[in-house]
C-alpha cells in the first residue's frame, strides 16, 4: 500500500539545486492553488501535516499568501524562526494581526498543525492539543482575499491540507487528524491528501475542486503492507526503494540494494556519511529511464516502415509522480536508439573496429560531423523530415506522438521499450562523506555541490549524457573527491566527469571509452579550478589533483585535462579522434606550474598533441618523464620555463616529436612582458624521430640539423633518429627499427593504403603490439 506526501526543497523538477535558494528571492517550490480562489470568512480552520526539517529560509510559508499586502492578506500560517516557532493571522484589509507562538517545535520530525477562527478565539493546535488561544483579532473578518499558494520558502514535507469555513472544535480536530477524510464533508471548502491526476495536479477532493499546480514540488510515496506497517531495513521488512532507505539514513548507517532496477530521482540536501552500495554479488541499476506501456502501430513515413505511439504524458507523469513533458532518449530491450539528424550513421554504441587513421565507415568516427547541440547547424535533432533511417527516432511534443524506426529484433511493443525524461539523476547538497559502490549508472547524470569526500568506486556509468540531456557527472567545490575503479561509455555532447573547484580529487583506475561522439566539442575528463584564494590576494591555495591508471580510448574527443599541481601516472590515452588545438593529455599555463606527468601513453591522436603546456604565458617546474608519445600530431609540446622533460619516446607524430619551443613565456609569475622560455628547461634521455624543436635548451645549443648529432644531444643521453645512420647506408635509423615490437602508424592505416604504398598488406591483421624496449642489436643501446 502507498500514500502519497509533498516533498519542498531546494532542488528544481530537474534535481538542479536552486542556486538562489537560500537568498532574497522567492523560491521556486510551491503549489498554485488561485485557479479557483479559497476564501475563508468570520469563521474557519486550517490544517495540515507536516514535517519540519528546521532548515532553509527563516520564515516559510505553509498556507495563505506571501505577495499580497499583508492588510490584505488571507488566513495565513507560517513556519518562523527556522522551523521551530508558528505564526499565524490575517489582514483586515485596514491591517495586518497575528499571533506568535515560538519553540513549539523542539526537534525534526512530524506534527499536526491545526488553527481555528470562531470571531472571538483564534487557537492554535499541536498534534490536536490546544497551545496557544487568542482575543487578538476579536471581532475581526479576513480580508476578501483568496488564499493562492500552499508553501513558499518551505523546506520539508506535507501532507492532509484541509481548510474549513467553520471554527472546528478541539476533540474534531484530534478524532479526524489521522484519518483520511472523504472530500464530502459539511463545511470542508478545500481538501489536499496529496493525490494526483492525470494533468499532474494536486488533487483537492472537496466540492470546490479547486486543484492545485505543483511547482517544483516533488510526490513521495509512504508504503505500507498487511505485515510491514512501516519499512525499517530488516530481511522482513525491507525498503522498496532507495529513497525511502534514505529518508530514514542516519550518518553511519548503509544502504544494501539488492538485485534490481531502480527507476528513481535521488536529490539530498545535508545527508551525511551515508554508504549506498549493492549486495555483494548482485547487479543494481540506478535507472534514468521509465517503461513506456503504450500501444505501437506501424506506420509508412515517406516510404519507410516505421512505427508510431502517442503518449498520454499526463498519465506517465501520473503513473511515475513526475512530470514529463520531454524525452532525451529511447531504448528497446536496452538498445540505445538515435535521435533523428540529417546525417545518417550506424548506432554509436556498436564497438569500433577502426582508429584515427583509418575510422570504420559510416560511423560517427567516419562522418566527423559537429553537434548540432554545441553548433547552430541550421538544425536540431530529432525532426521528424530526417527520421529515414534504421534505429533513429523523433518525438512531436505538439501531438505527443513518438515514432521509431526499429531494426530488425528491436520491434517496439507495450513492454520493451524505455525512455529518459530528464537530464540529472543523483544531485546532491551539502552532503558529506557520502560514499556510492557497486552500482550501474544508468541514463542520467550525477551534480553534487559542495560535497567533502563523496566517493563512487566500483561502478559504470552508461549514458549520463546524451545530446539534449546534457547536463554531465559534475562534482563540484568541496574537497577529497574519488572515482575510484570505475567505466564511462557511450555519452555525447558533454565531459563525461568533472572535478570543478573540488580541491584534492582523485581519479584512479576509470576508463573512459565511446564518450563523445563529435568534433569540435573537446569534452575531456577533467579537473578544473581545484584551487581557493587568488595569486594577486596573496592566498592562493592549490588543491593537488591526481589521475592514476587512468585510460581513454575511442572517442570523438581529447584526452584529459588533470588541472592545478596535478599528477598524471600510469595512464593510456588511444584512438583519440577529436580535430581541435588541444592535447591528449592538457595543461594550459598555471595548469602545467609544479605538474608532474610519468609513466604514460599517448597513441595515435593523429589531429592533437600528445602532451602540451601551452596558453599565452607557459607555466614553470613540470615534469614529464617515462612517457611515449607516438602517432599523434606532435608527440610533446611544451612551453615555459624550468622544466624536467627525461626519459621520453616520441616516434610516428606528424609535425615534432619533441618540442621544448621558447614562445610564450612571461617568466616565472607569468605576468612580465615576453621573453626566451625553457632556456632553464632540461632535455634527458630521448628519444625522438621527427626533428625537435629546442633551441633554448642546454642540450640542443649546438644542433646541426643535418646528418650528425650535436655533441650537447649525445652528452644528455638524447637520442634522434637522423642522426644515426641505418647499417651504414644513408637512411637514418628509424626509432621503431630500435624498438622490440612497436606500435606503428603505418600499421594503423586502412587495408587500401597499404596496398597503394606496400603492393600489398605486410602485416596478417592489424593487431597492433606496445613493446617498446630496446631490441637487441638496437642503436639506442649499442650505439651508447
Known amino acids: 500500500q502507498t500514500d502519497n506526501y509533498l516533498r519542498f526543497d531546494p532542488f528544481d523538477f530537474d534535481n538542479i539545486f536552486e542556486s538562489t535558494y537560500f537568498s532574497s528571492k522567492i523560491t521556486n517550490d510551491t503549489i498554485d492553488v488561485s485557479n479557483k480562489g479559497i476564501v475563508l470568512g468570520s469563521a474557519f480552520t486550517q490544517e495540515a501535516r507536516i514535517f519540519t526539517n528546521q532548515k532553509g529560509k527563516k520564515d516559510q510559508l505553509l498556507i495563505g499568501d506571501i505577495f499580497s499586502d499583508t492588510k490584505d492578506r488571507p488566513p495565513t500560517i507560517f513556519l518562523a524562526n527556522y522551523g521551530t516557532s508558528i505564526w499565524y493571522g490575517f489582514g483586515t484589509g485596514s491591517n495586518y494581526y497575528y499571533n506568535k507562538a515560538d519553540s513549539v517545535f523542539s526537534t525534526q520530525g512530524w506534527y499536526h498543525i491545526a488553527v481555528t477562527f470562531d470571531g472571538t478565539n483564534y487557537k492554535l493546535f499541536i498534534n490536536g492539543e490546544e497551545v496557544l488561544s487568542s482575543i487578538k483579532n476579536k471581532d475581526l473578518t479576513p480580508a476578501n482575499t483568496s488564499i493562492k499558494t500552499i508553501g513558499v520558502h518551505f523546506f520539508g514535507e506535507m501532507d492532509e491540507v484541509r481548510m474549513w469555513d467553520v471554527a472546528r472544535t478541539e476533540s474534531e480536530i484530534k478524532d479526524n487528524m489521522n484519518i483520511r477524510l472523504t472530500g464530502s464533508e459539511s463545511n470542508l471548502v478545500a481538501y489536499y491528501p496529496m493525490d494526483i491526476n492525470s494533468d499532474y495536479k494536486l488533487i483537492d477532493l472537496s466540492s470546490n ?16 503492507s498487511s505485515d510491514c506497517d512501516a519499512p525499517d531495513g530488516t530481511e522482513s521488512c525491507p525498503y522498496p526503494t532507495i529513497n525511502s532507505a534514505l529518508d530514514d539514513a542516519q550518518p553511519g548507517d548503509r544502504v544494501l540494494i539488492k538485485e534490481g532496477r531502480y527507476s528513481e530521482y535521488i536529490k539530498r540536501f545535508e545527508l551525511n556519511d551515508v554508504k549506498i552500495e549493492a549486495t555483494s554479488g548482485h547487479n543494481v541499476m540506478i535507472d534514468g529511464t521509465i517503461s513506456l506501456d503504450v500501444q505501437w502501430e506501424p506506420y509508412n513515413h515517406n516510404g519507410h516502415d516505421i512505427y508510431k505511439a502517442v503518449l498520454d504524458l499526463g498519465s506517465i507523469s501520473q503513473t511515475n509522480l513526475m512530470p514529463v513533458d520531454s524525452i532525451y532518449s529511447v531504448f528497446v530491450n536496452d538498445r540505445y536508439m538515435i535521435m533523428s539528424m540529417p546525417i545518417n550513421f550506424k548506432n554509436p554504441t556498436d564497438p569500433t ?60 511493443t507495450s513492454s520493451n521499450v524505455r525512455i529518459r525524461t530528464g537530464k540529472v539523476m543523483v544531485s546532491l547538497k551539502d552532503c558529506n562523506q557520502m560514499e556510492f559502490r557497486n552500482l550501474h549508472f544508468f541514463s542520467g547524470s550525477i551534480n553534487t555541490i559542495q560535497c567533502d569526500y563523496f566517493v563512487v568506486e566500483d561502478s559504470k556509468f552508461s549514458f549520463s549524457v546524451d545530446m539534449k540531456a546534457n547536463e554531465g557527472n559534475k562534482i563540484y567545490r568541496g574537497e577529497y573527491g574519488v572515482l575510484r575503479n570505475c567505466v564511462f561509455e557511450n555519452m555525447n555532447n558533454s565531459s563525461p566527469w568533472t572535478f570543478h573547484a573540488n580541491m584534492y580529487p582523485l581519479v584512479e583506475n576509470v576508463l573512459f571509452q565511446n564518450t563523445d561522439w563529435f568534433r569540435g566539442t573537446g569534452n575531456y575528463p577533467n579537473t578544473a579550478a581545484n584551487f581557493r584564494g587568488s595569486y594577486s590576494g596573496g592566498d592562493l591555495i592549490h588543491g593537488t589533483s591526481v589521475w592514476r591508471y587512468v585510460t581513454v580510448k ?74 611515449v608519445s607516438i602517432g599523434n600530431r606532435r608527440g610533446f609540446r611544451l612551453k615555459g620555463d624550468y622544466h624536467d622533460a627525461i626519459h621520453l619516446l616520441a616516434y610516428d607524430n606528424s609535425n615534432q616529436d619533441i618540442s621544448l619551443t621558447g614562445i610564450k613565456y612571461c617568466g616565472p609569475d607569468r605576468t612580465g612582458p615576453f621573453e626566451p622560455g625553457n632556456v632553464n628547461s632540461k632535455l634527458l634521455n630521448t628519444v625522438s624521430e621527427n626533428g625537435m624543436d629546442c633551441i633554448n ?35 637514418w635509423s628509424h626509432a621503431a627499427h630500435n ?46
Not at 475542486?209 to 505500507?224: M, P, R, T
Not at 579522434?577 to 595548469?591: K, T
Not at 622490440?740 to 600499421?747: I, V, Y
Open 209 to 224: 475542486e479547486n486543484h492545485g499546480v505543483l511547482k517544483n514540488v516533488d510526490v513521495i510515496q509512504k508504503f505500507s
Open 353 to 412: 573496429t577502426g582508429n584515427p587513421l583509418n575510422p570504420e565507415p559510416g560511423t560517427v568516427f567516419d562522418k566527423a560531423i559537429y553537434s548540432p547541440i554545441r553548433n547552430d547547424l541550421g538544425y536540431q535533432p530529432g525532426t521528424l523530415a530526417d527520421l529515414d533511417t534504421l534505429e533513429e527516432w523523433s518525438f512531436d511534443p505538439g501531438t505527443s506522438t513518438l515514432y521509431l524506426y526499429p531494426s530488425p529484433g528491436y520491434i517496439p
Open 554 to 627: 575511442d572517442v570523438f574527443g581529447a584526452g584529459i585535462t588533470p588541472g592545478y599541481r596535478s599528477l598524471v601516472e600510469y595512464s593510456r590515452l588511444e584512438n583519440l579522434y577529436e580535430l581541435i588545438d588541444g592535447s591528449g593529455v592538457q595543461r594550459n599555463g598555471a595548469s602545467a606550474d609544479s605538474s608532474t606527468t610519468r609513466y604514460t601513453w599517448i597513441i595515435n591522436a593523429p589531429d592533437l598533441n600528445g602532451i602540451r603546456w601551452n596558453s599565452m604565458c607557459g607555466g614553470t617546474y613540470a615534469d614529464a618523464h617515462h612517457i
Open 697 to 731: 635548451v642546454a642540450a640542443c645549443k649546438d644542433v646541426n640539423k643535418q646528418l650528425t648529432v650535436a655533441d650537447s644531444l649525445v652528452s644528455a643521453g638524447n637520442w634522434i633518429a637522423w642522426g644515426f645512420r641505418h647499417g651504414g647506408g644513408f637512411n
Open 739 to 784: 624498438l622490440s615490437d612497436p606500435w606503428l602508424k603505418e600499421r594503423a592505416k586502412s587495408e587500401e593504403t597499404l596496398l597503394n604504398s606496400f603492393g600489398e598488406n605486410p602485416w596478417k591483421n592489424n593487431i597492433q603490439n606496445y613493446d617498446f624496449r630496446p631490441k637487441k642489436g638496437s642503436a639506442l643501446i649499442d650505439g651508447g
